[in-house]
Every structure is written in C-alpha cells, then in structure tokens.
C-alpha cells in the first residue's frame, strides 16, 4: 500500500509540472480550435447540415431525386485538413489533437503513459468545448455526430475507421522521427486528415480522432454506436505503432534494447528516488 502511494505521489510530480500542464493547455486549446473550424463548416452552412443528417442515414452522395442539396464532400476534406494543419500550426506543432496520436505515443515510448493520459483528457475537454460552443452559435449539432451509415456493418465500420487512424498515425510517426520545415509536419498531417476523410466520410462520417467524436455526442447525449469510434482509432493507432518501430523503421534490435529504452523513459530523478524513499507523512 505504501509503495502503491509513492508511486501515485511520483506520478503527481511528474504530471504537475509546468511543461506537462502547459502541453496540456495546448491539447485542450489546440483541439478546440480544430473541431470548432472543422465541424463549424457542416453545422453553419444550411445546404451542408441538410446533406450531413442524409449522410449519417445513408450515403454521402445524395442524388436529385432525395430533394437534398448535392453534397460537396470535397468541402469537407479540405476543411477537416486545412483546420487541423491550421490548429497545429497555431500551437507551434507540438499538441497530437487526438487520443489516438497520444496512444501511439505512448506505446512507442515517446511519452510517459500517465502524460499522455492527461493529454487525451485535454482533447477530450477540448472536443465538448468545441461543440458546445457550436451549439450555442447553431442551436444544433446533431448533424456532427458521427454514426454509422446505413447498409454499413459494424465490423466494416470499425475497419474503415482503423484504416484511416492508421495512415494517420503513420503519418505522425514519420514526422516526428525526421527533420522537416516547421510548417511542413502540419500540413503533412492535414493532408493524412483529408485522405481519412475522402475515404470513410461516407461510411462513418469520419471519425478518425475519438475527441472528434466525443464532443458532439456529449453535447447531444447521442451515444449510438459511439464505440466504434473509439474502438476503431485506438487499434489502428496500435497497429501504426507497431508497424513503424517494428517493421518500417525498427527501433530495438532485441527485447533487451526494448527494456533499455522503457526504464530510461520511466527512470526517476535523483529528487524523485528521494522522495519515494522518503517516509510519508
């Protein structure tokens, strides 16, 4: 019990720092600021919320004969990718704006699981700031609630969905194991954003990012299927993850390489051992 203490009192310390708080900050603004561009450009536009509530029923070309106007998925693409090349930028390239980017980090030993625990609570917060503040300004964001179209399996769904997570993430990944140009990790990502979305908008409607997909749902309590949209993010973060340390760019020769690397990322501070030896008050 007494170590179980220590530990939760090494992990506070380490969380409760003012860089870790302050990537915290950027997740939560940083994601807001994506969601409230990209999911603003369905709900503010009247011919675009009457095609997306179509979209989540059926298919996301609507033909003459439904009495809809076309939809321009074209419009979507490219707002869901220039608003998150857009947010990244804004927060200096260094917030993952999804649960699924922080998951992959934290697998890849990039980041410590109890920071990228607080990161994803930051995106989390973030999504429902951002809805609920389309839904003061549109009155209704249910046409932004992702579901999963008609005539589409659940199986298929979460498939879609892992796919596009997946290229994603591998995206990520290669920006942050090379040198780029400051803006060129952004607009990269963004481009991966906008391939999702050309690929699973009919589908899904696009998750591909469970903050996305939490912020409407919280805001209009539409938790239907709602799983899928995490289920399928988190397996194809997990798969990226695996397949670029493993297979694209090997990162440990061994499983000895492997543990080295994860007791460097977890080794505790000269300050730190102190005080876990330290008696409790």
Wanted: aromatic share 6%.
């Amino acid at each position: 019990m007494m170590l179980v203490s220590r530990c939760l009192r090494l992990v506070l310390h380490d969380v409760l720092t003012p860089s870790c708080l302050h990537h915290f900050l950027l997740e939560f603004v940083g994601t807001a600021l994506f969601l409230s561009a990209s999911l603003s450009a369905v709900l503010i536009r009247p011919d675009l919320r009457s095609a997306a509530s179509l979209t989540n029923q059926s298919h996301l070309s609507v033909g003459p004969e439904s009495g809809a106007a076309p939809v321009c998925p074209l419009h979507v693409v490219l707002v869901f990718g220039l608003s998150v090349a857009m947010a990244a930028l804004c927060v200096g390239g260094a917030a993952h704006l999804n649960p699924a980017v922080s998951i992959a980090m934290a697998l890849t030993l990039r980041l410590r699981l109890w920071r990228a625990v607080l990161y994803v609570i930051g995106q989390l917060l973030g999504g429902v700031a951002s809805a609920g503040l389309l839904m003061v300004l549109t009155g209704d964001v249910m046409p932004a609630v992702n579901q999963v179209s008609s005539g589409v399996q659940l199986h298929q769904a979460v498939t879609v969905e892992t796919l596009v997570t997946l290229q994603l993430v591998l995206v990520v990944l290669k920006t942050t194991d090379i040198s780029l140009p400051a803006a060129a990790a952004p607009l990269l990502v963004g481009l991966a954003v906008s391939l999702g979305h050309l690929v699973a908008v009919g589908a899904t409607g696009c998750g591909m990012n469970p903050a996305r997909s939490f912020g409407p749902a919280v805001v209009t309590l539409d938790f239907r299927n709602h799983w899928v949209f995490w289920a399928g993010p988190a397996l194809g973060a997990c798969l990226a993850a695996l397949l670029n340390d493993l297979l694209l760019q090997p990162r440990w020769r061994c499983p000895k390489d492997w543990w080295a690397e994860l007791k460097q990322l977890y080794q505790l501070t000269d300050k730190q051992q102190e005080e876990a030896l330290s008696p409790l008050p």
